[in-house]
């Protein structure tokens, strides 16, 4: 990645981009890692489905106005890269700077598109990973 | 599908079975949606990542077994299809029979990968949504 409209050769590097910008707060940074097309994706733990690169601006844009500091630790599960997708699925260890404790773990799913110059996020879909649920049929966690 | 060990021609079609196997609790018709591979990866709403199909159908047969008669109404938001691979996200609207309002809706992503035979789910991700959205009436696909 050596300018604006570069994109990656890899999406492991893409994938890297992307955690770097979001331990960075960088938006530009991080909008750079994400297609600029208008079926993109994006759905953050408990949030709902953010479409199109305004819409998902506007959500990182939020997030990253907290000013928190995280660090992220990542626990790759599963690659999967056929053709010109790639798909990855990993725990997102997250810790906020200032905090003796870490926070519980995401889940994440982020694809990666592969266009003409390259490999760009299309999708990331993260939720929390709470091992340990007690039962309450209330609750959505029962139903599937 | 014909016959035990036949894949889907398409991705959508394997989603359609997926979902009716989840309707019906029918963890064999499930199970045959499924990649019988050591990486397929299931992710239920604020559960862990169960991989390979041991866990998979082990995790599929608890659900089941509450004797719950789920009723989908399914909202597409993407397809992405490339070579391959496939992927669908997608709110999954879900009513319990035998109670009068609808749960909140969930947020799932699915990957389907093509083998030599055809389709098979490969992941699925699913969320809650929590945000409150009304479908277009005209637009879900209905499984009824």
Redesign the interface.
């Known amino acids: 990645m050596d300018s604006n409209n570069s994109a990656w050769s890899t999406p492991q590097q893409a994938e890297q981009a992307f955690y770097q910008a979001f331990e960075a707060g960088d938006l530009a940074a991080m909008m750079q890692v994400w297609d600029a097309a208008a079926?993109i994706?994006c759905?953050h733990?408990?949030?709902?489905?953010l479409?199109g690169p305004a819409q998902v601006s506007e959500g990182w844009a939020g997030i990253f106005s907290s000013g928190q500091s995280l660090e992220f630790t990542l626990e790759p599960?599963?690659w999967?890269v056929?053709?010109?997708?790639a798909?990855s699925?990993l725990?997102e260890h997250i810790r906020v700077r200032g905090e003796t404790r870490p926070r519980p773990p995401m889940?994440a799913?982020n694809?990666y598109?592969r266009r003409g110059d390259g490999w760009r996020l299309?999708?990331h879909?993260a939720?929390?990973?709470?091992?340990e649920?007690s039962p309450d049929p209330a609750?959505?966690?029962?139903?599937?």
Do not use: E, N, Y
Request: hydrophobic share 45%.
């Open positions: 079926d994706c759905i733990p408990m949030g709902k489905a479409t599960l599963h999967q056929q053709g010109d997708l798909v699925v725990h889940l799913t694809v598109r299309w999708l879909h939720s929390p990973a709470v091992v649920v609750m959505p966690a029962h139903l599937h």
